[in-house]
């Protein structure tokens, strides 16, 4: 079901495991696989569209289980390089409900995609709705980077509204797979932001080995 009349029904998969893309946030890409090389040119030659989806731990080697949620986007930025990747900036739109795999004859895989329950998403990030609990919320960010090794730019996460925050560093940090599939499936931005700061405090308990199944050594800006 479309929630939206620009989302389409159908959408080529792009499976990353460890990396989520959440509405209104922008997710760069180091495409370099054959298969995904030509599902960026069949996207570009089309919609644009991209779903972004987390594969799950089961499943065949070559065809593993996939999440229940994942994100449409679209691309907005586009390059080749000189040894044959691309690199592409995928701006994400509203999240889905993977509801089947059509049977097409294409190197990657292509879902069907229902929009039902996310209808909000496409309206963008929302306000934030407890701004007394901003201080707090930025100084255990700040330990949570120390510990992590992420840089930022601290001048500008100062001005940015928490909601933009939040999802920045939900697809930033280095959670592993099961927690930011959590982060993505979060109906409201206080529930994630919530989930958020529990994660960032079990990372800086004492004799916890801190975020796993990652994409270490990331930045925030």
Same mark, same amino acid.
């Given at each position: 079901m479309t929630a939206h009349p620009a989302l389409p029904e159908t959408l080529p998969l792009f499976p990353i495991r460890g990396c989520i893309l959440l509405?209104?946030? #922008?997710?760069?890409?180091?495409?370099?696989?054959?298969? *995904?090389?030509?599902?960026?040119?069949?996207?570009?030659?089309?919609?644009?569209?991209?779903?972004?989806?987390?594969?799950?731990?089961?499943?065949?080697?070559?065809?593993?289980?996939?999440?229940?949620?994942?994100? #449409?986007?679209?691309?907005?930025? *586009?390059?080749?390089?000189?040894?044959?990747?691309?690199?592409?900036?995928?701006?994400?739109?509203?999240?889905f409900t993977l509801a089947g795999e059509p049977n097409l004859k294409t190197p990657y895989r292509v879902g069907r995609a229902d929009y039902s329950g996310f209808e909000t998403d496409i309206a963008g990030p929302e306000a934030d709705s407890q701004p007394q609990g901003r201080e707090a919320f930025l100084t255990l960010l700040k330990r949570f980077f120390a510990h992590a090794g992420i840089e930022a730019d601290w001048d500008s996460v100062a001005g940015a509204?928490? #909601?933009?925050?939040?999802?920045?560093?939900?697809?930033?940090?280095?959670?592993?797979?099961? #927690?930011?599939?959590?982060?993505?499936?979060?109906?409201?931005?206080?529930?994630?932001?919530?989930?958020?700061?529990?994660?960032?405090e079990a990372a800086l308990e004492p004799g916890m080995q801190g975020p796993q199944d990652g994409n270490g050594g990331n930045s925030l800006h």
């Open positions: 509405p209104g946030e #922008a997710l760069p890409l180091n495409v370099f696989e054959p298969r *995904y090389l030509n599902m960026v040119d069949d996207a570009m030659a089309g919609n644009g569209f991209l779903g972004m989806i987390q594969p799950r731990g089961s499943g065949p080697a070559d065809r593993p289980d996939l999440e229940r949620v994942g994100t #449409a986007g679209r691309i907005a930025k *586009y390059s080749e390089t000189g040894d044959g990747r691309y690199l592409i900036v995928v701006v994400g739109l509203s999240r509204p928490i #909601a933009a925050i939040v999802n920045k560093v939900a697809m930033a940090a280095p959670f592993d797979g099961a #927690a930011k599939q959590a982060l993505l499936q979060t109906k409201h931005i206080e529930t994630r932001r919530a989930l958020l700061q529990s994660l960032m």
